[in-house]
Every structure is written in structure tokens, then in C-alpha cells.
């Protein structure tokens, strides 16, 4: 018996998959950047949107994006100042937001223990109908800008001065960049959590940087990784009836560690291949040395 029969898995499927498309397709550009942990931070600030939309009886998810974006401006503004107080800021900014959120959760009039969890850690099995279309809504526009303004966002991405110097507006990109970080945060916060989401920004591109050579080719195999470890993390958590959300980033950190065991395997192999080849540069031919003197 298939457990996708039951509606609620086929809405934890299609909204992992979401997850699993748009975290890889945004965090290449903040593994390009060096900001793999960006995610990690605004999921904390991001914290404190879901408490102020429980707290004033409003949607969570639509305070999470909103509290989100405005924090990831805030983190954005002070690294572009790059002086090294911005790391204290930073650091009040990241534990502020997820102290702040655990604060208004306690004063609302939701305040168990499962309702804080499913949003630290996911929930996709609750997901319902209004959560899935935000989900989609959300993960479509995460999309079009990630993939219809690439070649700017890798401008700035590589270089941001040399970006500057060609006329591109390189604050503006960064701002949108960073909200468009914010958003993606919230679009996962059902399916992996807050205190989870920087893994499938993060892991499912280094996997991706393994095996490509390119901008382009990294992002396609990353979204395709990050799609099979939410297809795989759903199913597994269904059959074992394990944590959705943590059994996802298991399964993509999995595929990181076979990958990663996979090619020294074979770099291993392939030197050991051209230790065994005859010292005179003629090809092998897998006879002895003297042999193949004689045939040349």
C-alpha cells in the first residue's frame, strides 16, 4: 500500500519538493558568496515574525516574511559596511531574532511546545491546502528571479567591483538577493524548518560542486539533488515514520558523503591505473614491458 494514497502525503510531497527546488537554486549564489550560513541566521530572525503572527492572531507565515526581509536587509546593509563590528551586529541580530521569537510564542495563546517545534524543525505533514499554495506562490517567485537574473546575480556574486564598474546596480541586487533569501527561508519553514533550511541551501550545492564545472551546471544538478532528497526524505519519514524534516537533510547530506566516497574511489583507482602503465610513455597494451619494446 503506496502512503501516498493519503492526501496529507501528497501535500508534504509537493511542498518538500518546492523546498528541495528553490533552497539549492538560491543557495548557489550564497555558496558563490561565501554566506553558505546566511540561511541559518535569517531562519532565526525569522523566528520572531512566526511568534508576532501568533501573538496578533495573523498569519505566521506572511509575519515570517515580512519580519524576515527586513532582517535580511538589516544583515545585508551591515556587511556591505565590512567593518569588523558588523560580526557583533550580526551575531545580536541572529540571536536576538530567535530569542524574540521564543518570547512572543510564549505570549500568545498558542504557546505548546509542538506548535514552536513544527516550525524549528517542520511539519510538512500538516501542511494544508493555504500552506501549500503560499508554499508554491513563494517558491515560484524564488525561482524567477534565481534562474531570469542570473547572469546579473552571478555578476555580483563573483565580482561585485567588477559588476560596479559595468553599470550593474549592484545594491539593488544585493537587497534583492537578500530578500529573496528571506523568502526562501519561509518557503521551507514548513517542510524542513527554521533551524534546518540552511542544509538544503548548503549541502545539495557542495554535492553539485563535486561532479560540474560551471555556474550554470552546478545550479541545475543542485536543484535536482535537492528535489531527490525531498522525494526521498518524505518517503523514508512515511515509512519509518521518522522526523520529515530532519530525515530530508539526512538524505541530502547522504548523497554528499556517497559522491564525495564515490570519486576518491575513483581517483584512487585512476592513479593506481597509471602507476601500472609502462615507464617508456609508449600506450599500454596490458602485456609486459618487453613486449610491447618489441612490437614498436
Avoid: K
Amino acid at each position: 500500500m503506496s502512503i501516498f494514497q493519503y492526501d496529507f502525503m501528497v501535500r508534504a510531497l509537493i511542498g518538500a519538493l518546492v523546498t528541495g527546488a528553490t533552497a539549492p537554486a538560491l543557495g548557489t549564489y550564497l555558496v558563490q558568496r561565501r554566506l553558505a550560513l546566511i540561511g541559518d541566521g535569517i531562519g532565526h530572525i525569522a523566528l520572531t515574525g512566526v511568534g508576532l503572527g501568533l501573538l496578533t492572531s495573523t498569519s505566521p507565515v506572511l509575519a515570517a516574511v515580512l519580519v524576515s526581509a527586513a532582517g535580511a536587509i538589516a544583515v545585508e546593509l551591515v556587511r556591505e559596511r565590512g567593518r569588523t563590528s558588523g560580526d557583533i551586529a550580526l551575531a545580536l541580530l541572529f540571536y536576538g531574532g530567535i530569542s524574540g521569537g521564543v518570547f512572543l510564542v510564549g505570549l500568545s495563546s498558542d504557546r505548546t511546545n509542538a506548535n514552536l517545534m513544527a516550525y524549528l524543525f517542520g511539519s510538512p505533514l500538516t501542511t494544508s491546502e493555504q500552506d501549500l499554495a503560499v508554499m508554491a506562490v513563494l517558491g515560484a517567485v524564488v525561482l524567477a528571479v534565481t534562474l531570469l537574473l542570473r547572469p546579473w546575480l552571478f555578476a555580483i556574486c563573483h565580482d561585485e567591483e567588477y559588476a560596479r564598474v559595468s553599470g550593474l546596480p549592484v545594491r539593488a541586487l544585493n537587497l534583492l538577493l537578500a530578500v529573496t533569501t528571506a523568502v526562501t527561508v519561509t518557503v521551507a519553514m514548513r517542510a524542513v524548518g527554521l533551524l534546518l533550511v540552511s542544509a538544503l541551501m548548503v549541502v545539495p550545492v557542495a554535492t553539485a560542486q563535486q561532479v560540474t564545472r560551471g555556474f550554470r551546471a552546478t545550479m541545475a544538478v543542485a536543484m535536482a539533488i535537492g528535489l531527490l532528497a525531498a522525494a526521498g526524505g518524505i518517503w523514508a519519514a512515511g515509512t519509518y515514520d521518522t522526523a520529515p524534516g530532519a530525515t530530508i537533510v539526512l538524505v541530502a547530506i547522504g548523497s554528499f558523503l556517497v559522491v564525495a566516497l564515490g570519486l576518491a574511489a575513483w581517483r584512487t583507482a585512476t592513479r593506481a591505473r597509471t602507476r601500472r602503465q609502462p615507464a617508456t610513455g609508449q600506450p599500454s597494451t596490458g602485456e609486459p614491458p618487453d613486449v610491447v619494446l618489441t612490437r614498436w
